[in-house]
């Protein structure tokens, strides 16, 4: 139910935009986030969007660099990146809540895109 797709190959300090597409049913009343998981490394939160937009949450790590926003009437939900480090590296997944709010842990998440892998070289 959600494709994301927008990953690639990026030196350090470029910018990527992810997007996460769902089908099949709407998205407004879903909370969303995007994770990341590194190779040998336990997948992480990185930010997070209530179902309004109203809200968001990040990490630590991506602060000041990274956006979420969304457009429910396309149902896409978004990961402005810019500024990547090599530490960006991974594929990223999106995510669809149980909740019309935000989390970040990923019990509270119940439908989850493939993956887009994206590349940051140093």
């Known amino acids: 139910q959600l494709q994301a797709c927008g990953g690639g190959l990026v030196q350090a300090g470029g910018s990527l935009r992810l997007s996460c597409a769902a089908s099949g049913s709407t998205l407004s009343s879903s909370g969303m986030g995007w994770f990341r998981q590194a190779p040998g490394a336990e997948r992480e939160f990185v930010a997070a969007i209530s179902w309004s937009g109203g809200s968001t949450r990040y990490t630590d790590a991506v602060k000041g660099r990274f956006t979420i926003s969304r457009d429910n009437a396309k149902n896409t939900v978004y990961l402005q990146m810019n500024s990547l480090k090599p530490e960006d590296t991974a594929v990223y997944h999106c995510?669809?809540?149980?909740?019309?709010?935000?989390?970040?842990?990923?019990?509270?998440?119940?439908?989850w895109g493939q993956g887009t892998q994206v590349t940051v070289s140093s």
């Open positions: 995510a669809a809540s149980y909740l019309s709010g935000i989390s970040s842990g990923t019990p509270a998440y119940r439908y």
